[in-house]
T-cell receptor, first 116, second 113 residues
Framework: DTEVTQTPKHLVMGMTNKKSLKCEQH?????MYWYKQKAKKPPELMFV???????INESVPSRFSPECPNSSLLNLHLHALQPEDSALYLC???????????????FGEGSWLTVV | DAKTTQPNSMESNEEEPVHLPCNHS???????IHWYRQLPSQGPEYVIH???SNVNNRMASLAIAEDRKSSTLILHRATLRDAAVYYC??????????????FGAGTQVVVTP
């Protein structure tokens, strides 16, 4: 099973709402990632978790709050978003961060977020 | 962070080989060269990676220049399903850089029947 599952596939939320994006993998990976992708642009790294601890935050606004409750799950909590935050949010995972170099990153199909 | 330069787009006929170039003149000794592709409405998908030697797998081949300042992804026989954006990415393996798979603009590959 080389799958990263993201839910929901589509989400529409108002600027005052609180919602969450969820990501799950059962490959035993200990590194998990959130990326944001605007239309016709490459994915941009947001957060990296290593052994369930936040290791990289690419200066993401605090209205995005990641959480890694266990080694298989990764959440992205959303609050007070702006219309410009509408994008495809991609979750990914890879093997242990200390695994021999070059290990593959597996991506989910993404959650399409629209902020109205 | 080391950057990559790729052509915006390339077109190929079906069943023909496709050679996708990537320049990475500021590559460091610990950077691996990764290629991912993204089909429409899907997440990126791993294609191949290498450090110094040429690499082959079932999807593609990766040819790395001797000075490592450039590389070429080779799709041996393009199919319509290979139409995607192909990203050449440098991935550092130091403690600070291992987590940063940072995408450049990529090359849009168009395959014509």
């Amino acid at each position: 099973d080389t799958e990263v599952t993201q839910t929901p596939k589509h989400l529409v939320m108002g600027m005052t709402n609180k919602k969450s994006l969820k990501c799950e993998q059962h490959m035993g990976h200990r590194a998990m990632y959130w990326y944001k992708q605007k239309a016709k642009k490459p994915p941009e790294l947001m957060f990296v978790y290593s052994y369930e601890k936040l290791s990289i935050n690419e200066s993401v606004p605090s209205r995005f709050s990641p959480e890694c409750p266990n080694s298989s799950l990764l959440n992205l909590h959303l609050h007070a978003l702006q219309p410009e935050d509408s994008a495809l949010y991609l979750c990914a995972s890879s093997q242990r961060p200390d695994f021999p170099s070059g290990n593959t990153i597996y991506f989910g199909e993404g959650s399409w977020l629209t902020v109205v | 962070d080391a950057k990559t330069t790729q052509p915006n787009s390339m077109e190929s006929n079906e069943e023909e080989p496709v050679h996708l170039p990537c320049n990475h003149s500021t590559i460091s000794g610990t950077d691996y060269i990764h290629w991912y592709r993204q089909l429409p409405s899907q997440g990126p998908e791993y294609v191949i990676h290498g450090l110094t030697s040429n690499v082959n797998n079932r999807m593609a081949s990766l040819a790395i220049a001797e000075d490592r300042k450039s590389s070429t992804l080779i799709l041996h026989r393009a199919t319509l399903r290979d139409a995607a954006v192909y990203y050449c990415i440098l991935r550092g393996m130091t403690t600070d850089s291992w987590g940063k798979l940072q995408f450049g603009a990529g090359t849009q590959v168009v395959v014509t029947p």
